[in-house]
């Protein structure tokens, strides 16, 4: 027990002796030096820990790829037995210039809706009450909807409160999902994997109510497959002695007080003020210049002359507008040239497909997409090339002309006594170099060709590849890891990583927006397991070509990898281990290797056998 405290303790000091004030809420500057001193002096003491223990010395990294990535990527659709999304939200922009009386109203509003959200997360916070809804993002529940009721101030129009709670809501839960997903990688236990347990360990419900609960929620799901998960959760409760969940509670609140001092409590600056028909209306104008007209009530003036502005917006913007279905929401947001921006979304409904083909995608750089079909689509390698002949050598030598400025003021420096004519002639020459310098546009301009062509390239490649599927296929890709994109030093790496990651974002996109399904898989030996016999080795790939070590198959590098993309979608026992260790990752790729090496053995067994 002490060694968990203690290694909690030091996890704490590194962090804020780490200097990090907006992850960690320690402002005080002389708490932190005091922390300080206390780690120098007993340095001895801690570097030996410290060196022993790797979990301390992954965790600023781990920090880093948690902050860095995730977010940015699409998200995949669930497709196991989960419904199909089939509702995606795109909005389109109108904007009104309203005049100088309607837009101090307008900021008005913004402002006092802005404060009304941050006083919702306050009174949410210190109730205590809702820490399971707020886990669960429930915005339904009918207790806390009472609570809004409650609290609501005075003079505050339903809808308006109503809105901001929904933001209030939205932003403890995505705090609790953070906490939530941090603990899983310090301590991963049922109470950090299952978001009721989550919630009930938070407010240190009892072992009873916990299997009550969960084999209430096991009781309501249908299908036996999804409720899987929660009768694993209630026999892992039901199995533990109390002295062990007592401990387990314990551990949780420790890491828990720790890690949720590290996620400040959200405090919104400024918010869009979403508004729903109760309080809006957007009309086809009348006789104005102006397509539309949006008129609003004022959050401040209940019941007074409501607020109207003419809106504008583009050709294709106003064909989008006739020719969907628009939602009854829209956002409205104020900027500092008094311009009113609107945000009015709509869905585009699509049907479930089919999925009964399966397509294995392998992205790359010298053929954008190679399918399991074997097929390949589209290059960057032209583009990538570009970039390294055209635009680095353009930069290369605007860096070279800097350079031999930076040499003849150091030189003058050196040179204190130098003849009068020298002198000058060198400072005009400095001078002549600077206006160069400043004047160069050629290479800036090149870069902004090349992101040009990049996009180009990627737009045509995609749908070239989209042509050629039809909505019953299911397009199977690897999913990006994030640590691919930091490591590689060498700029022209980096260049074909940020124009891969850039590819397959945009096909995901694509086939959200249009409505066809695709689904992630782990990348990890995609590329270096032979499809024909599993074995799996480095050596079997030497660049473009792919021959198996073991058993001598040959075939193109790119569509081996698609193959086995293809493959893994539905290999369970692969699936089995990646979701056994989701948080794990190294742990994951020593399981997946192993699994081939297995399958390569029974390969290599049967082949003598059949001799
Ligand atoms: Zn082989």
């Known amino acids: 027990m ?55 010395r992954n965790f600023r990294h781990i920090r880093y790829i948690n902050s860095k990535g995730g977010d940015s990527m699409p998200k ?16 389109v922009f109108l904007y009104g210039n309203p005049t100088k009386d309607k837009t101090d109203k307008i900021r008005a509003m913004q402002i006092a809706f802005t404060k009304l959200i941050n006083q919702y997360i306050q009174k949410l916070i210190g109730s205590n009450e809702f820490t399971m809804q707020l886990v669960k993002a429930d915005k339904k529940d009918s207790k806390i909807r009472a609570f809004e009721k409650v609290i609501r101030p005075k003079g505050v129009n339903a809808a308006y409160g109503q809105n901001a709670f929904d933001i209030a809501l939205t932003q403890l839960s995505n705090r609790f999902d953070n906490i939530r997903i941090d603990m899983c990688k310090e301590c991963e236990s049922v109470f950090t994997k299952s ?36 009768d694993d959760c209630a026999k892992q409760l039901a199995e533990m002695k109390d002295s062990e969940f007592n401990f387990a509670q314990h551990e949780f609140r420790v890491i828990y007080d720790m890690v949720s001092c590290e996620y400040k409590i959200p405090y919104v600056k400024r918010s869009q003020i979403p508004l729903d028909s109760r309080i809006m209306e957007i009309k086809p104008s009348e006789d104005i210049k102006a397509p539309y007209v949006i008129s609003i009530s004022n959050m401040l003036d209940v019941g007074g002359p409501k607020i109207v502005v003419p809106l ?63 097929k390949a689509i589209g290059s960057m390698s032209p583009v990538i090339d570009f970039y390294k002949n ?36 060198l400072i005009q020459k400095m001078d002549k170099l600077e206006q160069m310098i400043q004047k160069a546009k050629v290479p800036y301009r090149k870069n902004r060709h090349y992101y040009e062509m990049l996009d180009h390239e990627i737009k045509s ?15 199977v890709l690897e999913k990006l890891d994030i640590k691919e994109f930091n490591c590689s030093r060498k700029s022209n790496g980096k260049r074909s990583m940020f124009a891969r990651g850039q590819l397959q974002k945009k096909l995901m996109e694509t086939l959200n927006w249009k409505g066809y399904d695709f689904k992630e898989i782990e990348p990890a030996y995609t590329s270096q397991a032979c499809p024909v016999c ?11 070509r792919f021959k198996c070590q073991c058993c001598g198959y040959e075939a193109d ?18 699936l089995d281990v990646c979701e056994k260790y989701k948080y794990k990752h190294d742990e994951m790729q020593k399981h997946i290797k192993m699994v081939y090496h297995a399958r390569n053995e029974k390969y290599k067994a049967e082949a003598t056998e059949a001799m």
């Open 2 to 56: 002490g060694k968990i405290v203690f290694s909690i303790l030091l996890k704490v000091i590194f962090r804020m002796t780490s200097g990090n004030p907006r992850q960690f809420n320690c402002r005080d500057e002389s708490a932190r030096f005091q922390l300080l001193i206390f780690t120098f002096s007993c340095e001895d003491f801690l570097w030996k820990y410290y060196k022993k223990s790797p979990n301390i």
């Open 76 to 91: 995949a659709r669930k497709r196991k037995d989960t419904q199909f999304d089939n509702k995606i939200v795109k909005s």
């Open 195 to 230: 978001k009721v347990l989550f919630a009930m360990s938070i407010d240190g419900k009892s072992r009873m109510d916990m299997i009550d609960s969960i084999k209430k929620i096991s009781a309501a799901i249908k299908s036996k497959k999804d409720s899987s998960f929660y």
């Open 312 to 374: 504008n917006t583009s050709k294709h913007s106003l064909h989008k507008i006739q020719t969907r279905k628009m939602a009854g929401m829209v956002s409205i947001s104020m900027d500092i040239q008094r311009c009113l921006k609107v945000d009015w979304s709509y869905q585009n409904c699509v049907s479930q497909p089919k999925t009964s083909k399966m397509i294995g995608v392998d992205t790359g750089i010298s053929d954008a997409f190679h399918t399991s079909d074997n």
């Open 390 to 425: 055209v635009v680095e050598t353009s930069f290369a030598s605007l860096s070279d002309m800097r350079n031999k400025k930076r040499s003849i003021r150091h030189y003058l420096r050196r040179h204190k006594n130098l003849p009068e004519d020298v002198r000058r002639s």
């Open 461 to 475: 490649s995609i749908d070239e590849y989209i042509a050629s599927i039809d909505h019953e296929t299911l397009t």
């Open 534 to 544: 599993s074995y799996t080795d480095k050596t079997n790939r030497d660049n473009k």
């Open 557 to 574: 590098a790119d569509y081996v990898g698609a193959l086995n993309i293809r493959a893994r979608a539905d290999d369970k026992e692969i």
